[in-house]
């Protein structure tokens, strides 16, 4: 359990700028015709979703 936070001035921006590459390899991922290419797809996928909460996200985590 925990909070999200968003600082929207510094997110937005930032959001706005890696979303849609975000979306263009998870459907390249789901559309992968091998296990190889789903991987390397996946592989961006993380990253863009990282980068789109790089600045401005922080989570404050209620638990140890």
Known sequence: MGADLYLDSLHEPTHRRYEPLFYRWA??????????????????????????????????????
Do not use: I, P, T, W
């Open 27 to 64: 459907k390249k991922r789901d559309n992968a015709k091998s296990d190889q290419a789903r991987e390397a797809a996946q592989q961006q996928v993380s990253r863009y979703f990282e980068l789109m909460h790089s600045r401005g996200y922080f989570r404050d985590s209620y638990n140890d």
